[in-house]
C-alpha cells in the first residue's frame, strides 16, 4: 500500500506541475476571417489581436502573407500587409502572433545592409545577432537623467563645423527640396564625422538612389563602420515605417553599449507620408494639408528617441532630412520638424543652382546648440560673418547694377571686399574635409583678416 500511496503522490505532483506550466502557456489564438480588402487595407472580422501584433493571412491558394493590426472598430480588425497582397480572397484565414515586435541587434550588423525587418540586402549572408530589442524601442529615458549636450561634433564640412557647430547628441533637420545636394552633404558626414558607429536609414527614397549612396557616396571607408537600414519607395508604407523604427532602435542598441553614434535620417518627410498613408486607408480624418493628427504624434515619438543616453553613457547625434515640396519651408511637415528638433540647417537651389556647394543657406539656418558648447571667440566670430555675408546678400543687386558708389557705407564697404572669401569659405568639395579646428581657423581668418593662433 505504501508502494501505491508513493505512486499516486507522485502522478498528483506530476500533474501539478503540468498544470502550473499550462497556466504558463499564452492563450490559444483566436482566428478570424477576412471580410474586406479596399486599397492597402484589410479587414478581419473574429480575431482578436492588439494594434502592432503580427497575423498571418492564408489565402486559399496556400500563400502566407504576413499583415500588423493598425486600427481596429468595433469588431472589426484593420490590419497593412507589409509585402505584395496579391491572391488573397474573401473568408481568407487570419492568424494572430502574440508578442511585441522585436529585432535581433548586434556588432554583425557592422558594414550591412539591410530591409525594415532585418533582412540582408547585400547578398554577404546571414547575419548572426543574439540581442533581441523592441521595434517601437522600451521605456523613453528620463529627461532629466539625459547627458547634457555640452561638446561639439566634427563633421567634417567646414560651414556646419564654424558657423552651425552641431553638439554630440543633438538632433537637427537638413531641410531641402529635391536636387540640391542632400545626400552628397549626407555622404560628406557619414565619412568625417567623429563616431563610433554609423547608422544611416534610407527610408522612401528610389531604388537607384539606395546603391548610388553606398557604393558613390558612403563609400568603402564610411560604410565599415556603418548600419545601413534601405527601404526603397516600392515598399509598403508599413515597411517604411519600420525601416525609420528599425534604424532607430540600432542606433540606440549601440548608443547603450556608451559608444558614440551618428544616426543618417533620409527622410522623415517619407516616414510621415507612409504614416499619412496608413492613417487615410484606416479611416482617419485629414487635418492639416492632407496630413492625419496621428502623423504629428508619429513625428516626436521617432525623434525623442535620439540624443544623449543616461549620464556617461553614450549619444545619438541624429541629422534628419526634411524634403520641402516646392522649397516651401512652411510645409506642414518641416514647420513640425523644426519645432521638436535642436536645430535646421537649410539648402537652397539658388545656391546650388549658382554652384555654391554644399549649398547651405547660412542665414536661414540655425543650431540651438551652439551657444552652450563653443568658446566665446567663435561664436562672436560667427556672429560676424553671418552680418557680413547678410550685408552682402542685401546689396549685391545694387552693387551689380552700380547704383552704390563705395564709402556710402563702412559696413557694406567691408561686406563687398570680403565677399569672395565668404563665398569660398562656404564651398567645399565633397571629397575634401575639413577639421573642427580647421574650420575655426579660417573662420577666425576670414571674418578679422588675421592668422588663429
Same mark, same amino acid.
Request: aromatic content about 4%.
Given at each position: ?60 491558394? +496556400? ?24 491572391? =488573397?480572397?474573401? $473568408? ?27 533582412? &540582408?540586402?547585400?547578398?554577404?549572408? !546571414? ?9 517601437? +524601442?522600451?521605456? &523613453?529615458? $528620463? ?6 549636450? *555640452? ?9 556646419? $563645423?564654424?558657423? #552651425? ?19 552628397? =552633404? #549626407? ?53 517604411? #515605417? ?59 515619438? =521617432? ?26 519651408? $512652411? ?15 537649410? #539648402? ?15 542665414? %536661414? ?11 566665446? %571667440? /567663435?561664436?562672436? !566670430? ?23 558708389? !563705395? ?14 572669401? =565668404?563665398?569660398?569659405?562656404?564651398? /567645399? ?11 575655426? !581657423? ?9 592668422? *588663429?593662433?
Amino acid at each position: 500500500m505504501s508502494a501505491l500511496r508513493e505512486r499516486q503522490a507522485a502522478w498528483r505532483n506530476g500533474l501539478a506541475r503540468y498544470q502550473r506550466r499550462a497556466e504558463l502557456l499564452p492563450p490559444p489564438p483566436v482566428e478570424g476571417t477576412l471580410t474586406r480588402m479596399v486599397g492597402l487595407t484589410l479587414e478581419a472580422a473574429g480575431c482578436e489581436a492588439a494594434v502592432g501584433d503580427r497575423c498571418d493571412v492564408l489565402s486559399s491558394a +496556400g500563400a502566407r502573407i504576413e499583415a500588423e493590426v493598425v486600427g481596429f472598430a468595433g469588431g472589426r480588425l484593420f490590419l497593412m500587409p507589409t509585402a505584395d497582397a496579391h491572391g =488573397l480572397s474573401p $473568408n481568407s484565414r487570419v492568424v494572430p502572433r502574440y508578442g511585441q515586435q522585436t529585432v535581433r541587434v548586434g556588432d554583425s550588423l557592422l558594414g550591412r545592409v539591410i530591409d525594415g525587418a532585418g533582412r &540582408p540586402l547585400d547578398g554577404a549572408g !546571414a547575419i548572426e545577432c543574439d540581442v533581441p530589442v523592441q521595434l517601437m +524601442g522600451g521605456a &523613453p529615458i $528620463n529627461p532629466l537623467e539625459r547627458e547634457p549636450i *555640452a561638446e561639439p561634433l566634427d563633421v567634417g564640412v567646414r560651414a556646419i $563645423n564654424a558657423l #552651425l557647430t552641431v553638439g554630440r547628441g543633438q538632433r537637427v533637420g537638413l531641410f531641402a527640396g529635391s536636387g540640391v545636394g542632400k545626400s552628397v =552633404l #549626407l555622404g560628406m558626414m557619414a565619412r568625417y564625422t567623429a563616431a563610433d558607429v554609423i547608422v544611416v536609414g534610407l527610408i522612401g527614397e528610389r531604388g537607384r538612389e539606395v546603391k548610388e549612396f553606398i557604393e558613390r557616396i558612403l563609400g568603402e571607408e564610411g560604410r565599415r563602420r556603418s548600419v545601413v537600414v534601405a527601404v526603397p519607395a516600392d515598399q509598403s508604407p508599413l515597411m517604411r #515605417l519600420h525601416g525609420a523604427w528599425l534604424a532607430t532602435a540600432v542606433a540606440e542598441y549601440f548608443r547603450d553599449q556608451g559608444r558614440s553614434v551618428l544616426l543618417l535620417m533620409d527622410s522623415l518627410t517619407r516616414f510621415a507620408q507612409a504614416q499619412r498613408e496608413i492613417g487615410l486607408a484606416i479611416g482617419e480624418a485629414p487635418a492639416t494639408k492632407g496630413y492625419p493628427p496621428s502623423v504629428f504624434a508619429r513625428l516626436p515619438q =521617432l525623434v525623442e528617441r535620439a540624443g544623449n543616453g543616461a549620464r556617461r553613457g553614450g549619444s545619438i547625434t541624429a541629422f534628419y532630412t526634411v524634403l520641402v515640396e516646392g522649397d516651401d519651408q $512652411n510645409d506642414p511637415i518641416a514647420d513640425s520638424a523644426r519645432a521638436i528638433l535642436d536645430g535646421h540647417i537649410v #539648402l537652397s537651389r539658388r545656391l546650388a543652382e549658382a554652384g555654391q556647394y554644399p549649398a547651405i543657406d547660412i542665414e %536661414a539656418s540655425a543650431s540651438r546648440a551652439m551657444h552652450d558648447i563653443v568658446p566665446e %571667440a /567663435q561664436f562672436e !566670430a560667427a556672429r560676424q560673418f553671418r552680418q557680413l555675408l547678410s550685408t552682402w546678400q542685401h546689396h549685391r543687386d545694387l552693387v551689380a547694377i552700380g547704383a552704390y558708389r !563705395a564709402g556710402g557705407d563702412p559696413r557694406v564697404d567691408a561686406a563687398i571686399a570680403r565677399a569672395p572669401v =565668404l563665398q569660398q569659405f562656404l564651398q /567645399q568639395h565633397m571629397r575634401e574635409q575639413a577639421t573642427l579646428a580647421d574650420s575655426v !581657423a579660417a573662420l577666425v581668418t576670414v571674418t578679422t583678416g588675421e592668422v *588663429a593662433a
